[in-house]
């Protein structure tokens, strides 16, 4: 994992704010959803990607019935009725 150098406190809210740079780099706009987990000792951000239900693939991700379907699996589901 790669060090930044930037250093934030946390709040009385117990929040922080990600500086811009990081918004940019990963491009993370105003009300993205961004994954919150653990790996080992270390909290990670990362800017959240929906995946398909049946694949796990995160290219043209839609809603379909509900769920998320990438265009792919969308296809099959919809020749298959």
Do not use: W
């Not at 000792?41 to 509900?66: A, D, N």
Request: hydrophobic share 35%.
């Amino acid at each position: 994992m790669k060090s930044t150098g930037i250093v934030r406190k946390v709040d009385e809210l117990g929040r922080i704010v990600l500086p811009i740079e990081l918004r940019r780099t990963l491009n993370i706009e105003l009300r993205d959803p961004v994954e919150i987990y653990v790996d080992g000792q270390s909290i990670v951000l990362r800017k959240h990607e929906p995946t398909c239900v049946f694949c796990g693939g995160s290219k043209k991700v839609v809603s379909f019935k509900g769920k998320n379907v990438c265009a792919a699996c969308k296809q099959e589901l919809t020749s298959a009725e």
